[in-house]
């Protein structure tokens, strides 16, 4: 087949959803995830997530006897802030689509920023937690997982109530990752912590040699002054790499750990020695509670049956957050100026598969509970051991 | 050794050349002469493979060539010179010496990480490089790269890399242009003492009649694609048509 | 700068930069020889990687066996890379940069090709099952068996690669076919087998990298692309031609990365995210300064030189 007669089949296949969409009135939802890339099959998951729920909202608005059905149109952010900006003004542009579910981190998030603040797009983002995405009056609602600027506080009650005197902090160099730390440190301070270092780190780095060590030499010099202990917030692979430096490190076996919820995964611990460096480190991380409401039984069961693979972690909350959008459209129609100003409400009034979504003034979930975890009696696998209440900033440790 | 018969071969409407026919004999040095476009250089690349002629053949050594490739030709034992030299500039004179030896063991890769099994061959190949380039004075110099040599040594070793692969015939495109008159003439030395010791036969395309007359056993003169006069040095100089066309006279 | 950072940071100089070279004398071999900056390189070292850690998943977890199969693993993707489509696409008579795109396309395959079978198998950021243990340590200086493993392999392939280029007859028909293909071609040297042989022999030595790389840390699709940068800058300080400046550049790069950067950390507070960056400092500089790289400080005969 020659070239134009390729081309010109492939825009008329394109075309053909319009002309088959008859007598329904289609409102196009995005997505926009990254597909490929280290957090690929995150998104591949979260897409499932959301197109689950779109399928159960179009059965009940059938069965209503309503006209109005929703698509899903989706784009590949690529996990940057680049690929994410272009993702987002692909959908945009090709579908018409006024409200889009994603993207997944807060860089990718920030990078799409702009374009949707601009074009009266609105972002519900279902798993972006970075301080910096915390930004009042704009575009972007993050339903369901709470910022990290309760967290960062989490982090800081632990480490006073552990006796920590300094921390040394090894951190991802990015909008998450500094702005964890950089709360992190605020919070600490005003806990009546001692001193802190940082040492951040490219993601996804060839070789973290040189920052294990420098961490090393930190913890030499903090531990002059107190008890020290070591605040991780990485990726889970960066974090295998630093905890293979770390195991020949003469010091960073001396002293406790703290790890971030990305930490909070048993693959860590399916090296032995990595298992009993950090059961000897004390180590404890800070994960979200893993509170479920009766939804989320259900949504579980109906993801096993439509796809045949139990949800990865997280796609609840991507099922939440189209359900937001989708409710959202349907109270105030398919418009960007709208659905903005109705989302808080909606959101604050929609239970899903974990907690009631209220919203802060920044458009950020409101309500924020965790769940501390630490390394069970067999050594492969988390166990929880405490709460830490966000809204109340009050940390109950189990025994 | 060399036969060509009704040899042509035209680019575009132009004949480069035109139904030439001659012989070299074994272990005969045979001259290649005529003004510029004569066809020349045609004629060395249809010989040495590098262009297929029209129509006419090419024997050597009893076998047709004429359609044969570069590679092929050398390997049969006709190796060519160039004008400009044709070198392995970035090596040295004696990498340049050792790399036309035929079946060489080291060169395959079951063999060359065993140094025992090919250190014996390699021996003996330096051996004969060695004894090839004390005859073109080259031997002070083997570990130097070739781009280093001067132009009249470039020549040299041109030459010494065409005799490495043991041939029994080459073809020499002007083995003196550029060179001092004193090395034109030792160049020509070095040629008749190989075709004296070697019994090589030799096919030279040369300006500097001078020299060229006093080393060769036959000439051949091209004018316009065509072969205009053949026979010995001191014939051809008396020829009155070569006298016309070539020396204006 | 404390005694420990310095002495960690040296072994880390030395050990990285043992792998930088194995890497980068690959890419010099292709440049000079088939005259290919060959981007795909990266992906032969993944595709090493790869290999050690299935085969130490289900096969073996002798390390002998995983590094000779992922040696193994990288010449025929390399050999099968030449055959299938850099033979066909140079027979075409392609520029430079547009064989240079091409082995970008290659290297873009078989990443995302790596990426869906490491999603599909679960095989993101695992270790080659080579337990680690500590076998020196002493004061600061600490000494593992993949650093025993990584250094003597590396330099052990890179004298071996020398010597054959420098010594063998093979090596000598390689260096001449890189100086003057035309020459090489007439003078009956069988010139497809020569390149063959030096695609088996660059992506031996990167699958062996792979290897060794996947030892050092963890492997994931885009190991080898992570690190073609500082491998590139050091091929590029050896002037894209020499052996023995590759080499030199390669230990310079892994020192800037290591000892630098901890030393810039040290006394400037320089984060280390500008690691990353220093290799395109050295590129840049290079090109600016002193096009040629390292050769002419280093020369030797057995060089691959201009």
Same mark, same amino acid.
């Given at each position: 087949?020659?070239?134009?007669?390729?081309?010109?089949?492939?825009?008329?296949?394109?075309?053909?959803?319009?002309?088959?969409?008859?007598?329904?009135?289609?409102?196009?939802?995005?997505?926009?995830?990254?597909?490929?890339?280290?957090?690929?099959? &995150?998104?591949?998951?979260?897409?499932?997530?959301?197109?689950?729920?779109?399928?159960?909202?179009?059965?009940?608005?059938?069965?209503?006897?309503?006209?109005?059905?929703?698509?899903?149109?989706?784009?590949?952010?690529?996990?940057?802030?680049?690929?994410?900006?272009?993702?987002?003004?692909?959908?945009?542009?090709?579908?018409?689509?006024?409200?889009?579910?994603?993207?997944?981190?807060?860089?990718?998030?920030?990078?799409?920023?702009?374009?949707?603040?601009?074009?009266?797009?609105?972002?519900?983002?279902?798993?972006?937690?970075?301080?910096?995405?915390?930004?009042?009056?704009?575009?972007?609602?993050?339903?369901?997982?709470?910022?990290?600027?309760?967290?960062?506080?989490?982090?800081?009650?632990?480490?006073?109530?552990?006796?920590?005197?300094? #921390?040394?902090?090894?951190?991802?160099?990015?909008?998450?990752?500094?702005?964890?730390?950089?709360?992190?440190?605020?919070?600490?301070?005003?806990?009546?912590?001692?001193?802190?270092?940082?040492?951040?780190?490219?993601?996804?780095?060839?070789?973290?040699?040189?920052?294990?060590?420098?961490?090393?030499?930190?913890?030499?010099?903090?531990?002059?002054?107190?008890?020290?202990?070591?605040?991780?917030?990485?990726?889970?692979?960066?974090?295998?790499?630093?905890?293979?430096?770390?195991?020949?490190?003469?010091?960073?076996?001396?002293?406790?750990?703290?790890?971030?919820?990305?930490?909070?995964?048993?693959?860590?611990?399916?090296?032995?020695?990595?298992?009993?460096? %950090?059961?000897?480190?004390?180590?404890?991380?800070?994960?979200?509670?893993?509170?479920?409401?009766?939804?989320?039984?259900?949504?579980?069961?109906?993801?096993?049956?439509?796809?045949? @693979?139990?949800?990865?972690?997280?796609?609840?909350?991507?099922?939440?957050?189209? @359900?937001?959008?989708?409710?959202?459209?349907?109270?105030?129609?398919?418009?960007?100026?709208?659905?903005?100003?109705?989302?808080? &409400?909606?959101?604050? =009034?929609?239970?899903?598969?974990?907690?009631?979504?209220?919203?802060?003034?920044?458009?950020?979930?409101?309500?924020?509970?965790?769940?501390?975890?630490?390394?069970?009696?067999?050594?492969?696998?988390?166990?929880?051991?405490?709460?830490?209440?966000?809204?109340?900033?009050?940390?109950?440790?189990?025994? | 050794? %060399?036969?060509?018969?009704?040899?042509?071969?035209?680019?575009?409407?132009?004949?480069?050349?035109?139904?030439?026919? &001659?012989?070299?004999?074994?272990?005969?040095?045979?001259?290649?002469?005529? *003004?510029?476009?004569?066809?020349?250089?045609?004629?060395? @690349?249809?010989?040495?493979?590098?262009?297929?002629?029209?129509?006419?053949?090419?024997?050597?050594?009893?076998?047709?060539?004429?359609?044969?490739?570069?590679?092929?030709?050398?390997?049969?034992?006709?190796?060519?010179?160039?004008?400009?030299?044709?070198?392995?500039?970035?090596?040295? #004179?004696?990498?340049?010496?050792?790399?036309?030896?035929?079946?060489?063991?080291?060169?395959?890769?079951?063999?060359?990480?065993?140094?025992?099994?090919?250190?014996?061959?390699?021996?003996?190949?330096?051996?004969?490089?060695?004894?090839?380039?004390?005859?073109?004075?080259?031997?002070?110099?083997?570990?130097?790269?070739?781009?280093?040599?001067?132009?009249?040594?470039?020549?040299?070793?041109?030459?010494?890399?065409?005799?490495?692969?043991?041939?029994?015939?080459?073809?020499?495109?002007?083995?003196?242009?550029?060179?001092? *008159?004193?090395?034109?003439?030792?160049?020509?030395?070095?040629?008749?003492?190989?075709?004296?010791?070697?019994?090589? $036969?030799?096919?030279?395309?040369?300006?500097?009649?001078?020299?060229?007359?006093?080393?060769?056993?036959?000439?051949?003169?091209? =004018?316009?694609?065509?072969?205009?006069?053949?026979?010995?040095?001191?014939?051809?100089?008396?020829?009155?048509?070569?006298?016309?066309?070539?020396?204006?006279? | 700068? *404390?005694?420990?950072?310095?002495?960690?940071?040296?072994?880390?100089?030395?050990?990285?930069?043992?792998?930088?070279?194995?890497?980068?004398?690959?890419?010099?071999?292709?440049?000079?020889?088939?005259?290919?900056? @060959?981007?795909?390189?990266?992906?032969?070292?993944?595709?090493?990687?790869?290999?050690?850690?299935?085969?130490?998943?289900?096969?073996?977890?002798?390390?002998?066996?995983?590094?000779?199969?992922?040696?193994?693993?990288?010449?025929?993707?390399?050999?099968?890379?030449?055959?299938?489509?850099?033979?066909?696409?140079?027979?075409?008579?392609?520029?430079?940069?547009?064989?240079?795109?091409?082995?970008?396309?290659?290297?873009?395959?078989?990443?995302?090709?790596?990426?869906?079978?490491?999603?599909?198998?679960?095989? &993101?950021?695992?270790?080659?099952?080579?337990?680690?243990?500590?076998?020196?340590?002493?004061?600061?200086?600490?000494?593992?068996?993949?650093?025993?493993?990584?250094?003597?392999?590396?330099?052990?392939?890179?004298?071996?690669?020398?010597?054959?280029?420098?010594?063998?007859?093979?090596?000598?028909?390689?260096?001449?076919?890189?100086?003057? *293909?035309?020459?090489?071609?007439?003078?009956?040297?069988?010139?497809?087998?020569?390149?063959?042989?030096?695609?088996?022999?660059?992506?031996?030595?990167?699958?062996?990298?792979?290897?060794?790389?996947?030892?050092?840390?963890?492997?994931?699709?885009?190991?080898?692309?992570?690190?073609?940068?500082?491998?590139?800058?050091?091929?590029?300080?050896?002037?894209?031609?020499?052996?023995?400046?590759?080499?030199?550049?390669?230990?310079?790069?892994?020192?800037?990365?290591?000892?630098?950067?901890?030393?810039?950390?040290?006394?400037?507070? %320089?984060?280390? $995210?500008?690691?990353?960056?220093?290799?395109?400092?050295?590129?840049?500089? #290079?090109?600016?300064?002193?096009?040629?790289?390292?050769?002419?400080?280093?020369?030797?005969?057995?060089?691959?030189?201009?």
């Amino acid at each position: 087949m020659n070239c134009r007669r390729l081309i010109a089949v492939l825009l008329v296949l394109s075309l053909s959803p319009v002309f088959a969409s008859g007598a329904q009135d289609n409102v196009t939802l995005g997505v926009v995830m990254p597909f490929t890339g280290a957090l690929g099959s &995150f998104g591949s998951d979260f897409v499932r997530g959301v197109e689950l729920a779109v399928a159960q909202m179009n059965a009940e608005l059938e069965a209503a006897g309503s006209a109005t059905r929703f698509v899903t149109a989706s784009a590949d952010t690529e996990g940057t802030p680049d690929g994410s900006a272009r993702a987002v003004q692909t959908v945009v542009q090709t579908t018409g689509a006024n409200v889009i579910v994603g993207p997944l981190t807060t860089s990718e998030v920030l990078g799409a920023k702009q374009y949707a603040d601009e074009n009266g797009v609105v972002l519900v983002a279902p798993a972006s937690s970075g301080p910096a995405g915390g930004i009042p009056g704009d575009n972007i609602f993050r339903v369901m997982y709470p910022p990290d600027t309760f967290s960062a506080k989490a982090y800081a009650r632990i480490a006073v109530t552990r006796g920590y005197q300094n #921390v040394a902090i090894l951190n991802l160099d990015d909008p998450y990752g500094n702005g964890l730390a950089d709360r992190f440190q605020i919070e600490f301070a005003a806990a009546g912590g001692g001193s802190t270092t940082r040492i951040t780190y490219t993601p996804d780095p060839p070789d973290l040699s040189g920052e294990i060590a420098r961490l090393s030499a930190d913890v030499a010099s903090l531990s002059e002054s107190g008890e020290t202990a070591v605040l991780c917030v990485c990726f889970l692979g960066d974090a295998q790499k630093a905890l293979q430096l770390a195991l020949v490190d003469p010091l960073l076996g001396t002293v406790d750990w703290i790890g971030n919820e990305a930490m909070t995964a048993p693959e860590l611990l399916e090296d032995a020695s990595v298992s009993a460096f %950090l059961q000897n480190a004390d180590f404890v991380t800070v994960g979200a509670y893993s509170t479920e409401t009766p939804l989320a039984a259900r949504f579980a069961e109906s993801f096993a049956e439509h796809f045949g @693979n139990p949800p990865g972690p997280f796609t609840n909350y991507a099922f939440d957050a189209a @359900n937001i959008a989708m409710l959202s459209i349907l109270a105030a129609g398919n418009d960007g100026a709208a659905v903005k100003s109705i989302l808080p &409400f909606i959101s604050g =009034h929609y239970i899903g598969t974990t907690v009631q979504g209220l919203l802060d003034d920044n458009g950020d979930q409101a309500i924020a509970w965790y769940s501390i975890y630490q390394i069970n009696a067999d050594g492969n696998d988390f166990e929880s051991v405490g709460l830490y209440n966000g809204s109340a900033d009050s940390l109950e440790l189990d025994g | 050794m %060399l036969q060509i018969r009704d040899l042509t071969r035209s680019f575009g409407g132009l004949r480069a050349v035109d139904g030439v026919s &001659f012989d070299v004999g074994d272990g005969q040095v045979t001259g290649l002469i005529g *003004p510029n476009g004569s066809g020349k250089s045609t004629l060395l @690349n249809l010989i040495a493979g590098q262009l297929h002629p029209d129509t006419g053949s090419i024997h050597f050594g009893g076998q047709d060539i004429t359609r044969s490739s570069p590679d092929a030709i050398n390997r049969l034992g006709l190796a060519r010179g160039y004008q400009d030299p044709a070198l392995f500039f970035q090596m040295s #004179v004696l990498d340049n010496t050792l790399l036309p030896a035929r079946e060489q063991l080291g060169e395959s890769p079951w063999h060359a990480p065993w140094h025992a099994r090919w250190r014996g061959q390699e021996q003996h190949n330096a051996a004969r490089a060695d004894t090839l380039l004390e005859r073109l004075q080259l031997r002070d110099l083997f570990d130097r790269r070739a781009s280093d040599l001067s132009g009249g040594q470039m020549k040299l070793l041109d030459i010494g890399r065409s005799l490495s692969g043991e041939p029994s015939m080459l073809l020499l495109d002007e083995p003196t242009a550029g060179v001092a *008159p004193k090395l034109a003439r030792e160049i020509f030395q070095h040629i008749a003492t190989l075709n004296r010791e070697a019994a090589l $036969s030799f096919l030279i395309v040369e300006h500097r009649l001078d020299i060229l007359f006093d080393f060769v056993d036959q000439v051949i003169v091209l =004018h316009m694609g065509k072969v205009l006069a053949a026979g010995k040095p001191d014939d051809i100089v008396k020829d009155v048509r070569v006298r016309e066309v070539y020396f204006g006279l | 700068m *404390p005694p420990a950072l310095l002495i960690t940071s040296l072994v880390h100089s030395i050990q990285v930069g043992s792998l930088y070279a194995l890497m980068a004398l690959g890419i010099t071999l292709t440049m000079r020889v088939i005259r290919l900056p @060959n981007f795909a390189h990266a992906e032969f070292v993944t595709t090493g990687a790869f290999t050690a850690l299935v085969v130490s998943l289900f096969l073996s977890r002798s390390p002998v066996v995983i590094l000779g199969l992922a040696t193994l693993s990288g010449a025929l993707v390399a050999l099968s890379s030449h055959l299938l489509v850099f033979r066909p696409m140079s027979r075409r008579k392609l520029s430079t940069y547009s064989m240079l795109l091409v082995s970008f396309a290659v290297g873009l395959i078989l990443r995302y090709v790596l990426f869906v079978l490491s999603d599909y198998y679960q095989l &993101f950021d695992k270790r080659i099952q080579i337990p680690l243990q500590i076998l020196v340590r002493e004061s600061y200086l600490v000494l593992t068996n993949i650093t025993f493993t990584i250094v003597p392999v590396s330099i052990a392939c890179v004298i071996a690669l020398a010597l054959l280029l420098g010594r063998t007859a093979l090596g000598r028909e390689m260096r001449a076919l890189a100086s003057n *293909p035309e020459l090489a071609h007439i003078l009956g040297m069988r010139v497809e087998r020569i390149r063959s042989l030096t695609w088996l022999l660059t992506g031996a030595t990167a699958g062996l990298a792979g290897a060794l790389w996947g030892l050092y840390t963890f492997v994931n699709p885009l190991l080898g692309w992570l690190a073609i940068l500082p491998v590139f800058a050091a091929a590029i300080l050896g002037g894209l031609s020499s052996f023995a400046g590759t080499i030199l550049g390669a230990y310079l790069v892994a020192f800037c990365e290591n000892t630098l950067m901890q030393a810039l950390n040290h006394y400037t507070g %320089l984060t280390f $995210s500008f690691k990353a960056a220093i290799p395109f400092v050295i590129i840049i500089l #290079v090109l600016l300064l002193r096009p040629q790289g390292l050769t002419g400080f280093v020369r030797r005969s057995g060089d691959l030189e201009r």
